[in-house]
């Protein structure tokens, strides 16, 4: 039998693999029966030959092929880069249609693909012999039916707002979210999860990532900034909320600023600003010392101008602060005791 797997969503492709594979049946005898190929590099006779192998003291046998679809057509496109042409040519696309189509009772083969287009050849043509499971990033509110269905297989349940917090700390990656899920279900001991429970549990790691990544651009480290922004990014943490982030911190630098200089003292800034934590100050007093009023005025320009872009549709919401961070995070290399303001 013949399965096509395809979409961004790499946990759902995987769980739908799994229970491809427990079906098949005894997992023993699955292990020396199963081929996984790399459809970018393997040619057609290895994957014909897999595919015809009679299992080994077993009834059916598994063979996996991925990145096979990307090989017949460019990936879906992205706002950074155009994507690169199709290797595969119009005979070599007819002679693995011809192959594929026609799987032995005793093999269960799997295609897998990611980023892979609707016009591509060889996924239409699947299509016309076979059933394309398509797995695309879950947004709302499938996400959120997401969530409170596997809470539910857990044996637990949760809130609304304990879901809404946790769709904007983890995003859509799934791999992420069923991990702070498990987290969550084991911390409640059945009770309904709630906002809190979700702040205590999952808020802490990546907020403190992305502090970090405001702390490295608002420093001039744009390296270590860069980085943290791409691996937030990879955790689903949306665009607009690390935007929003950044966006925060510049304005409690600017009230900071404002205050030292008409002569507020240290306590009354941190009581006014309802800051709870005296490093909150610290860090933003700290952060004042590297900036001009028209340097803060200049950030805050280029911020609004970010929001405007992505707002409007005129830069994707991950190439807009890439372009940045990048920016800002150059802004300054000497030490702040060092650099010149402006």
């Not at 016009?119 to 879950?138: M, Q, Y």
């Not at 502090?211 to 744009?222: G, K």
């Not at 949306?238 to 630098?253: D, F, G, K, W």
């Not at 860090?283 to 911020?303: C, F, I, N, P, V």
Request: positive net charge; hydrophobic residues 45%; glycine residues 8%.
């Amino acid at each position: 039998m013949l399965h096509v797997l395809v979409g961004k969503d790499d946990f759902s492709i995987r769980q739908a693999l799994e229970a491809i594979k427990k079906g098949i049946g005894d997992a023993t005898a699955l292990m020396t029966n199963t081929t996984v190929l790399d459809g970018r590099q393997a040619t057609l006779e290895q994957i014909r030959n897999s595919v015809d192998t009679v299992p080994f003291l077993a009834e059916k046998r598994l063979v996996i092929v991925e990145g096979l679809l990307e090989r017949f057509g460019p990936p879906e496109r992205t706002a950074r880069k155009k994507p690169p042409r199709a290797s595969g040519s119009p005979d070599e696309h007819r002679k693995t249609v011809d192959v594929l189509k026609n799987v032995p009772p005793f093999t269960e083969l799997v295609i897998i693909g990611s980023a892979v287009r609707p016009d591509n050849p060889l996924l239409r043509a699947f299509s016309s012999v076979t059933t394309v499971r398509n797995f695309p990033l879950l947004k709302e509110p499938l996400l959120r039916q997401w969530i409170e269905q596997r809470v539910k297989a857990a044996g637990g349940s949760i809130s609304p707002r304990a879901v809404a917090l946790l769709v904007r700390f983890v995003g859509n990656d799934l791999w992420i979210m069923a991990g702070e899920l498990d987290k969550l279900v084991t911390y409640a001991a059945g009770r309904p999860i709630e906002e809190t429970d979700v702040r205590e549990v999952v808020s802490y790691t990546q907020e403190a990532s992305i502090f970090s990544m405001v702390d490295a651009i608002l420093e001039f480290r744009a390296g270590q900034a860069l980085g943290l922004l791409q691996r937030l990014l990879r955790e689903g943490v949306a665009p607009a909320h690390l935007l929003a982030m950044i966006s925060r911190q510049v304005r409690i630098i600017v009230q900071v600023k404002d205050m030292r200089a008409r002569g507020k003292a240290r306590g009354d800034i941190q009581k006014s600003m309802g800051l709870s934590s005296d490093f909150l100050l610290r860090k933003a007093w700290e952060q004042a010392d590297g900036y001009s009023a028209e340097r803060l005025h200049r950030l805050y320009h280029r911020l609004l101008e970010a929001d405007l872009s992505v707002k409007t549709g005129t830069l994707d919401g991950e190439l807009a602060l890439n372009i940045l961070v990048a920016e800002l995070g150059q802004t300054g290399t000497a030490p702040a005791s060092n650099r010149v303001k402006v």
